[in-house]
C-alpha cells in the first residue's frame, strides 16, 4: 500500500495569512501516460463528512473558493491557503487514488486560528 | 441532489454482527463504484471497502478482510456492509461515499460502537 503522510500535524494561523499543509507519497503518484497525478485533498469540519477539495493534485473543485490551491509533482504535494478564514478551520487530508486499492489517506492536519 | 443516508449503526458487543445500509437517491445509483470510509473517534480517515458499479468486483482493507462483506442492491439503490467478528478496534463512524476514487459525495456516516 503506498503509505501518505502530512506535516504538520497541526497549525495555527493568523485570520488573513497563509497557511501551508504538506503531503508526502511513499511512491510517486504520478501517472506517466497522462501527466496526471492521482492525489486529492479534503476538508473536513467537526461533526461533516469531508469534503472535497482539490483533485489531480491541483484541480480545485467545484464551488472551492479560489484562495484554496494544490501543488507538487510525484511524491510531494502542497495544500495552501492563501488567506486564512474563520471557517477554514478544519482538518485536511490529502489521499492519493493511483494504481491499485486501498487509495490511502494521509493522516490529517488540523488547522486553528492563531 | 445525490443524498447518501447510512444507517444500522450502534452498540454491539465484541464478536458480535452488525449490516450497515446506505441508501442513495439523486444519481444513477447502479452507474457508479461505492465505498465505506470509516472514521475512529479523533482519527483519521481509513479506506475499509469498495464495490464495482454492477457488484463483480470488490476491495476490502486489510483490517477487515474476511470479517466484513460489502454488497449492493441496484434494484433498491442500496449499498450493504455486514460486519462481523467486530472488535473494539471497528468503533468508528462509518461514511459510504460514491465511487471508488476521489469521492465528491459522502453520507453523514452512522456511529459504530463495540463495546460490552
Known amino acids: 500500500d503506498i503509505v501518505m503522510t502530512q506535516s504538520p500535524d497541526s497549525l495555527a494561523v493568523s485570520l488573513g495569512e497563509r497557511a501551508t499543509i504538506n503531503c508526502k507519497s511513499s511512491q510517486s503518484v504520478l501517472y506517466s501516460s497522462n501527466n496526471k497525478n492521482y492525489l486529492a485533498w479534503y476538508q473536513q469540519k467537526p461533526g461533516q463528512p469531508p469534503k472535497l477539495l482539490i483533485y489531480w493534485a491541483s484541480t480545485r473543485e467545484s464551488g472551492v473558493p479560489d484562495r484554496f490551491s494544490g501543488s507538487g509533482s510525484g511524491t510531494d504535494f502542497t495544500l495552501t491557503i492563501s488567506s486564512l478564514q474563520a471557517e477554514d478551520v478544519a482538518v485536511y487530508y490529502c489521499q492519493q487514488y493511483y494504481s491499485t486499492l486501498p487509495f490511502t489517506f494521509g493522516p490529517g492536519t488540523k488547522v486553528d486560528i492563531k | 441532489e445525490v443524498q447518501l443516508v447510512e444507517s444500522g449503526g450502534g452498540l454491539v458487543q465484541p464478536g458480535g454482527s452488525l449490516r450497515l445500509s446506505c441508501a442513495a437517491s439523486g444519481f444513477t445509483f447502479s452507474s457508479y463504484a461505492m465505498q465505506w470510509v470509516r472514521q475512529a473517534p479523533g482519527k483519521g480517515l481509513e479506506y475499509v471497502s469498495a464495490?464495482?458499479?454492477?457488484?463483480?468486483?470488490?476491495f476490502y482493507g486489510n483490517s477487515v478482510k474476511g470479517r466484513f462483506t460489502i454488497s449492493r442492491d441496484n434494484s433498491k439503490n442500496t449499498l450493504y456492509l455486514q460486519m462481523g467478528s467486530l472488535r473494539a478496534e471497528d468503533t468508528a463512524v462509518y461514511h459510504c461515499?460514491?465511487?471508488?476514487?476521489?469521492?465528491?459525495?459522502w453520507g453523514q456516516g452512522t456511529l459504530v460502537t463495540v463495546s460490552s
Open positions: 464495490i464495482s458499479s454492477n457488484g463483480d468486483t470488490t
Open positions: 461515499a460514491r465511487g471508488a476514487t476521489v469521492t465528491k459525495s
